[in-house]
């Protein structure tokens, strides 16, 4: 009698071939490169070849105090672009080192914007204070917008003099925004006199401690379009 063996055979699971990924390397253990090489390497893509127009493009998105603080050294051609184009500088954004706190940490990056644009800037938007706004009437006479932000403050204004001296060299000056600061009439009337193109005057974050006289007052009226004055602080005794 022939015995049936009780071996049993099973059947063996074929199973298809992975595929590879389509980029993807093979390693020596056998295991799959999940991060395949890109397209394009980094280390060779020649940044300074850029046109001109992609590299104005691609500044402009960057926020100019960090093109100050270095962003424009990363190579020939965009230092050339950052430092030697005026036209570049021609409206001057400095509102986010607003809080750089003091003068001695923001106001140098301001003097570098106001020095490169050559004399062609034609709005600032940042901190002021009094020795930098008389700076910025001499170097830029083209100023159509100012508009002070953050920390920035005229409560030093030496005198009526010093203001008028100021106004006479913004004779462009169309707008005029004022943050925080402490207004007299010393202050705005020489805007009234020297500034014929001035059509917005902004005070009303800005505060005085007596009234205006009548007479000021009806010629900001008359001749101002747009016109908030400051607001009148009570003294606590």
């Known amino acids: 009698m022939v015995k049936k063996s009780r071996r049993t055979f099973r059947t063996r699971e074929i199973h298809p071939p992975r595929r590879q990924p389509s980029g993807g390397r093979q390693l020596e253990s056998g295991c799959q490169d999940v991060h395949p090489d890109p397209p394009w390497s980094a280390d ?6 850029l046109p001109r127009d992609v590299l104005w493009v691609i ?3 960057v926020p100019q105090a960090d093109i100050l603080r270095g962003a424009g ?26 809080d750089e706190g ?20 034609e709005s600032f938007r940042g901190c ?21 932000t953050g920390r920035g403050r005229l409560d030093n204004t030496p005198n009526e003099k010093f203001m008028t001296m100021m106004a006479r060299k913004l004779h462009h000056l169309e707008e005029l925004v004022l943050a925080e600061s402490l207004i007299n009439e ?4 020489p805007l009234v006199d020297h500034c ?42």
Not at 44 to 49: D, G, L, Q, Y
Not at 88 to 93: A, E, L, Y
Not at 102 to 121: H, K
Request: with cysteine; glycine share 2%.
């Open 102 to 121: 003091s003068p001695a940490r923001w106001m140098p990056m301001a003097v570098a914007a106001v020095r490169r644009s050559a004399g062609r800037c």
């Open 186 to 189: 010393a202050l705005l009337a």
């Open 128 to 148: 002021v204070i009094d020795n930098f706004l008389l700076f910025l009437a001499q170097r830029a006479p083209l100023l159509r917008r100012l508009h002070m």
């Open 73 to 98: 050294l990363v190579c020939v051609s965009w230092r050339r672009l950052a430092h030697d184009e005026p036209l570049f500088w021609r409206h001057i954004d400095l509102a986010v080192a607003a």
């Open 44 to 49: 060779k893509r020649n940044w300074a070849a």
């Open 59 to 61: 500044l402009s998105l």
């Open 196 to 237: 014929p193109r001035l059509q917005l005057l902004d005070a009303g974050s800005c505060y005085t401690y007596r009234p205006f006289d009548s007479t000021l007052r009806a010629r900001l009226e008359g001749r101002i379009k747009d016109l908030r004055l400051p607001y009148l602080a009570v003294l606590c005794r």
